[in-house]
């Protein structure tokens, strides 16, 4: 199946860390990227390539693999990190393929 | 720093085809892939197709039939046209770039334009 599982939301208080996971039998032989959407806004690149950080993007953001699941992590959560998370990888006949999304909720 | 600007009608009909384009300001199409994206409530993002600068394509399967991504490297363009639009066809459209190289990112996105299908 191409479908990238990932929880519908996940909450976290201020200062805490917040982890969002996106799950796929076969995603440790996938390159993976990580999308920070804000309400109203287009899609914004947090992390690429797993576990690479696009230049502006805080170094509380980090990004890890493993076999299924690949995993997006937000250290000392900032009201400002409140927005959907989705990821993201390319399969080979089906082209880009986006998981269901993640709305992270800072309390 | 490149930008992309979707424009096109924000109302259709049902059974119409709609054709939204997308202009590139910043830089060169070339060395890219051309992407649109939709989202809609009940789908998320949902990856439609690319293009490249020589309009070489590539289409997501559940669309193909539907699509055609075209290009106009004079007027640093690209369009995208989805026939026999649905009311499931409602959604913010976005263009993004992607680096042609194996599972590159979109790296830069249009702020998007919501097409709304009607009967």
């Known amino acids: 199946s191409s479908v990238l599982t990932q929880p519908p939301s996940v909450s976290v208080a201020p200062g805490k860390t917040a982890t969002i996971t996106c799950g796929r039998s076969?995603?440790?032989?996938?390159?993976v990227h990580w999308y920070q959407q804000r309400p109203g806004q287009a899609p914004v690149v947090v992390m690429y390539?797993?576990?690479d950080r696009p230049s502006g993007i805080p170094e509380r953001f980090s990004g890890s693999k493993s076999a299924n699941t690949a995993t997006l992590t937000i250290s000392r959560v900032e009201a400002g990190d409140e927005a959907d998370y989705y990821c993201?990888?390319?399969?080979?006949?089906?082209?880009?393929?986006f998981g269901g999304g993640t709305k992270l909720t800072v309390l | 720093q490149v930008q992309l600007q979707e424009s096109g009608p924000g109302l259709m009909k049902l059974s119409e085809t709609l054709s939204l384009t997308c202009t590139v300001s910043?830089?060169?199409?070339?060395?890219?892939?051309w992407s649109w994206i939709r989202q809609s409530p009940g789908r998320g993002l949902e990856w439609i197709g690319y293009?490249?600068?020589?309009?070489?394509?590539n289409y997501n399967p559940s669309l193909k039939s539907r699509v055609t991504i075209s290009v106009d490297t004079s007027k640093n363009q690209f369009s995208l046209k989805l026939s026999s639009v649905t009311a499931a066809d409602t959604a913010v459209y976005y263009c993004?770039?992607?680096?042609?190289?194996?599972?590159?990112?979109?790296?830069?996105w249009g702020r998007g334009i919501l097409v709304t299908v009607s009967s």
């Open positions: 993004a770039r992607e680096m042609v190289a194996v599972g590159s990112p979109f790296d830069s």
């Open positions: 910043g830089g060169s199409l070339s060395n890219y892939h």
């Open positions: 293009i490249y600068s020589n309009g070489r394509t």
């Open positions: 076969d995603i440790g032989d996938k390159s």
């Open positions: 390539y797993d576990t």
């Open positions: 993201q990888v390319w399969d080979s006949g089906v082209g880009g393929v």
